[in-house]
């Protein structure tokens, strides 16, 4: 199985009134989508599935992804448990992914998807998962029995990383 954790783009704080849930994607983020989107395209082991928080950053993101990976709606899941969810409540809702589904995708926020980042693998390998990063991991088993050190790390990048 393959899964892809992303953090969603860069976020604007400089709207008064909105809620930290409501949080728009800023210019960088905006300008990153398309770009990222085209990296997704030509990835081996594209997601299929997607869960997403239902954040309006994330959504925002999730559209970038979407769009690269080319999955259906009927395959995207939007839940608000995911925002700022904590690495176990990721891991849960993973677990949650049909199990016919061979590469599955999730887009939502730090710590908690630094964390999971840190756990799944063998070994911690980043103190901060950056705006519109991205960590795929290749994992055993199935995603009902999904847990921490079950994966190996492939990649592990960021807007300013890839060219």
Same mark, same amino acid.
């Given at each position: 199985? %393959?899964?892809?954790?992303?953090?969603?783009?860069?976020?604007?704080?400089?709207?008064? =009134?909105? @809620?930290?849930?409501?949080? !728009?994607?800023?210019?960088?983020?905006?300008?990153?989508? !398309?770009?990222?989107?085209?990296?997704?395209?030509?990835?081996?082991? !594209?997601?299929?599935?997607?869960?997403?928080?239902?954040?309006?950053?994330?959504?925002? #993101?999730?559209?970038?992804?979407?769009? +690269?990976? +080319?999955?259906?709606?009927?395959?995207? @899941?939007?839940?608000d448990?995911?925002?700022?969810?904590?690495?176990?409540?990721?891991?849960? &809702?993973?677990?949650?992914?049909?199990?016919? $589904?061979?590469?599955?995708?999730?887009?939502?926020?730090?710590?908690?998807? @630094?964390?999971?980042?840190? &756990?799944?693998?063998?070994?911690p390998? @980043?103190?901060?998962?950056?705006?519109?990063? $991205?960590?795929?991991?290749?994992?055993a088993?199935?995603?009902?029995?999904?847990?921490? =050190?079950?994966?190996?790390?492939?990649?592990?990048?960021?807007? %300013? #990383?890839?060219?």
């Open positions: 199985m %393959k899964l892809w954790l992303i953090r969603h783009a860069k976020s604007s704080w400089g709207e008064a =009134g909105v @809620t930290d849930f409501d949080r !728009p994607l800023n210019g960088r983020g905006k300008r990153d989508g !398309p770009h990222m989107a085209a990296w997704f395209a030509k990835q081996s082991d !594209p997601a299929t599935w997607i869960w997403s928080s239902s954040a309006r950053r994330a959504l925002a #993101t999730t559209c970038f992804v979407q769009s +690269g990976f +080319g999955v259906e709606d009927g395959a995207l @899941t939007e839940l448990e995911l925002y700022l969810a904590d690495s176990e409540t990721l891991l849960d &809702v993973i677990r949650r992914t049909p199990s016919e $589904i061979r590469s599955a995708a999730v887009v939502a926020h730090n710590p908690g998807l @630094t964390h999971l980042v840190n &756990v799944l693998g063998q070994k390998v @980043t103190d901060n998962l950056p705006t519109f990063g $991205i960590a795929r991991f290749d994992c088993g199935d995603w009902h029995s999904l847990s921490s =050190g079950a994966c190996t790390m492939e990649l592990l990048a960021a807007p %300013k #990383t890839i060219a």
